[in-house]
């Protein structure tokens, strides 16, 4: 097998195993449908071998508000076209602000800087006067409301104001420049927009306002602009055109204590997300809000185990999908924790001084945090004490084997590990975690219960302990509706359906192993191709971020020879610890890490230096952006990135022309 050792990290206790949510719903579930479910890998392949059962239960199991009559499934043998529960009807927002009592609803820390909480009540009266204030403005059901916003409590406030009124709900982080702001909301066209005053990061203090005026002034479509204090005192609403203030903008509502929830389908459109848009003009992805109210369910109580109360973290923005599984955990009864700003503030420890401070449960990040954490040397194991932290849930990249080890010698040693791997396109995952099953070094461990995942050859063969492409051979509740302004499909269709007909294809380069997990190698468009071999990207960066002297690396596929390309060969680029230099010596001992632990063919035949490696705004590097430059093709969207400028350390290497 090519795939991770044979070595568990972590086996659940039986104690673990018998109070999890998923057990109680696997007994449930027996006893519902007359079935026997031994195990996890039995209640996997009921879930999806009768996957009306399944969803029934799911909603049940999370006790979902709504109606949700007598069909499940319609045409669930068309990829796209399978119709879920036709008749329900049911209110994204409602099934979120199930409570009004006195418990922490949301935590916000803003760095250092800023720190408040809001109850279940607080929300909830809070969402009340900003839904009425929407209403007024003119707001109905498929109309759109934008946030310019960090991840803060407002944010949600506004996103939840506006699913009860059935408007669709869209959002892009303040770190973003006017032209990507401007792809992806001059695209979806929003009656209202709600934006900061600025945000905080490492540090120092980033005003928006003057950028604010330049977005409104660009979209035509919005009628209000709501500014949200944070970062200043004083405000000149001057320079942005239709703006109030946050308060002035509900105070005419401070009376409205309730919520006319709009009873919506449950395919009523709740989200538009965006591809990460740095090969062209990002796709608006639209999600229904009964398929990511079902999945989100799912995926907080049966695998991530969130209970009643729980204190659920996790890093991310508000351009990034990861923000609206968290908000999700308000259905599974949890606190939420939000964070804006530096993942390395206070000296590298923020977050987990946020985890002991706040009484974390289960910690959210990227696999990019847990190994600069690890280049860092830090310890939290020794510096704090994590006693409330059960699952700690990584994503955005393939988290290496290494990472594993490391968070299990240096975080947390009785502690779920679940990487976890999906995307914008479903606004949840494929395959993910369980509080059942062991934890093996460098898989992820199972496939998410009723999603008839697979591994495909290219001729469309399931393959086990080989690599392939990631499939979805079945519908499921939370595939997009399509996307926004593709009146006909055509876009949607071909960018999941087809490579193999009636079937999703994802896009990861991936295997099955033989305990059931999964390990992933990366983009299937970004693997490399040497001689005829596909290699995935992951592969190598697991070996060369091992080494001490590099903090991270980017691989490419190059076209050679370049006059008259018949093949590619393998191009590494390195970014090195500061001051560190690469000599011959450095790139043989890479290179022979490469060879020892991979085979010869994953040796690059350049490495190469850099001083920065360019990634999206949610922290993924851009191989085929790199690609792109190398090859002195245009690099269409490069708002879409963080650091656009490292794009320029790619172009015109005159190593890379012999």
Sequence with gaps: ??????????????????????????????????????????????????????WVSVWEDGGVVGERGDTVLVDGDRMPGAKWFPQARLNFAQNLLRSRDSHDALVFWGEDQVKNRMSHGELYRAVAQFAAALREQGVTRGDRVAAFMPNMPETIVAMLAAASIGAIFTSASPDFGVQGVLDRFGQSEPKVLIACDGYFYGGKTIDCLDKLGDIARQLPSVHRVVVVPYVHMAHDLGKVPHARMYADFVKPHHHVTDIDFELLPFDHPLYIMYSSGTTGVPKCIVHCAGGALLQHLKEHRLHSDVKPKDRVFYFTTCGWMMWNWLVSGLAAEATLLLYDGSPFASDNTILFDYADAEGMTHFGTSAKFIDAAAKFGLKPRETHSLASVRALMSTGSPLV??????????????????????????????????????????????????????????????????????????????????????????????????????????????????????????????????????????????????????????????????????????????????????????????????????????????????????????????????????????????????????????????????
Excluded at 4 to 22: F, G, M, Y
Excluded at 577 to 583: Q, T
Aim: overall charge negative.
């Design 1 to 54: 097998m090519s795939g991770a050792l044979d070595q568990a990290l972590w086996t659940p206790s039986a104690e673990r195993i018998e109070t999890a949510n998923v057990t109680a719903f696997r007994r449930t579930a027996e006893t519902r449908w007359g079935v026997t479910l031994p195990d996890y890998d039995a209640l996997y392949d009921w879930s999806v071998a009768h996957p009306e059962q399944f």
């Design 401 to 658: 084997a290494e990472g594993f080890e490391y968070v299990y010698r240096e975080i947390k040693a009785d502690l779920q590990l679940s990487s976890i791997s999906g995307g914008t396109d479903i606004i949840s995952c494929f395959v993910l975690g369980s509080p059942v099953l062991p934890v093996w070094r460098g898989e992820i461990q199972c496939r998410g219960l009723g999603m008839a995942v697979d591994v495909w050859d290219d001729d469309g063969n399931p393959v086990r302990g080989e690599k392939g492409e990631l499939v979805c051979a079945k519908p499921f509740p939370v595939m997009p509706l399509g996307f926004w302004g593709d009146d006909d499909g055509s876009k949607y269709h071909a960018a999941y359906f087809d490579r193999f007909p009636n079937v999703w294809c994802h896009g990861d380069f991936c295997e099955i192993t033989a305990h059931g997990g999964l390990v992933i190698y990366g983009r299937s468009d970004a693997t490399l191709n040497p001689g005829g071999v596909r290699i995935g990207t992951a592969e190598i960066y697991r070996q060369v971020e091992k080494l001490h002297e590099v903090v991270e690396s980017l691989v490419i596929g190059q076209d050679w020879p370049p006059q008259n390309p018949s093949d590619v060969r393998v191009v590494l680029f390195v970014k090195l610890r500061e001051g560190m230099a690469l000599d011959d010596a450095l790139i043989k001992r890479i290179k022979q890490t490469i060879r020892d632990n991979t085979t010869p063919r994953h040796v690059p035949a350049k490495v190469l230096q850099v001083t920065d490696i360019p990634r999206t705004k949610s922290g993924k590097i851009v191989e085929l952006a790199v690609r792109h430059v190398v090859h002195g093709r245009a690099v269409k969207n490069q708002e879409a990135l963080a650091n656009p400028e490292a794009l320029a350390l790619f172009r015109d290497r005159p190593e890379l022309m012999s």
